[in-house]
């Protein structure tokens, strides 16, 4: 089987944790093999990294800095564990990406042009196959991640952030249809399971022979 790339963006509070699971629950079943991870994390050095970009003093460092850091983490994931186990022919599911960078560092000011470098940098040919942009109203996620409780420095943003960043994230689905797909996030989970799913099914050769 050929390994595929899966990842999932989107606003805090927009469920991509636990759609990420459901999916690698659905693959695993119907027989492949399948690596969940995250990011800010996913390798020993970049969970290290993540650890100091999501406490507190975080926060201290500027959306530049934040950017490089994230990036950095990122490179070490790619380098140690997604690009290996691609492949080796596991479907790779990621819950957040690139992506994330573009959105989050871009709603608070660094520019397109710097993203892009960084990005082109450090993903290379690891692109995903297919990203699930999960989308719900900034307030609405905002409520999730309150409910939740042990919010990050990233998830106490104001609204109009939020909704700058939900936007990025709708632009990148625009710009990029080919790799992306939105999904409403608002509805009940099992509905955005299966229209996950279906997607998935649809554009990958996730259960046919290579
Ligand atoms: P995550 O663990 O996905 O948190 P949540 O479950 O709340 O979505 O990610 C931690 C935070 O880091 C999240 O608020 C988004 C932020 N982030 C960035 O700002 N840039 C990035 O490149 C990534 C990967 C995450």
Do not use: N
Not at 32 to 56: F, H, I, K, Q, Y
Request: charged share 25%; proline share 4%; glycine share 8%.
């Amino acid at each position: 089987m050929k390994g595929a790339f899966v990842t999932f963006e989107g606003g805090d509070g927009a469920g991509k944790s636990t759609q990420a699971r459901r999916l690698a629950v659905t693959l695993r079943a119907k027989g492949r093999t399948v690596t969940l991870t995250r990011e800010p994390g996913g390798s020993p050095w970049a969970e290290r990294l993540r650890a100091a970009l999501l406490s507190e003093h975080g926060a201290e460092l500027s959306p530049a800095e934040q950017a490089l850091l994230f990036a950095a983490a990122r490179a070490d994931h790619v380098d140690t564990l997604i690009a290996p186990a691609l492949a080796a022919g596991h479907v790779v599911i990621c819950d957040r990406f690139a992506d994330s960078t573009e959105a989050y560092q871009g709603a608070a000011g660094v520019s397109a042009a710097r993203l892009a470098t960084l990005g082109a940098l450090v993903v290379g040919d690891t692109v995903p196959d297919l990203t699930i942009v999960l989308d719900c109203p900034a307030d609405i996620g905002h409520v999730r991640t309150a409910r939740r409780g042990g919010a990050d420095p990233f998830d106490r943003a104001e609204t109009q952030i939020r909704e700058r960043r939900r936007q990025a994230f709708l632009a990148i689905a625009a710009r990029e249809p080919g790799r992306c797909a939105v999904v409403d996030a608002t509805q009940p989970a099992d509905i955005v399971a299966d229209r996950i799913w279906r997607i998935a099914s649809e554009r990958l050769a996730l259960l046919q022979a290579a």
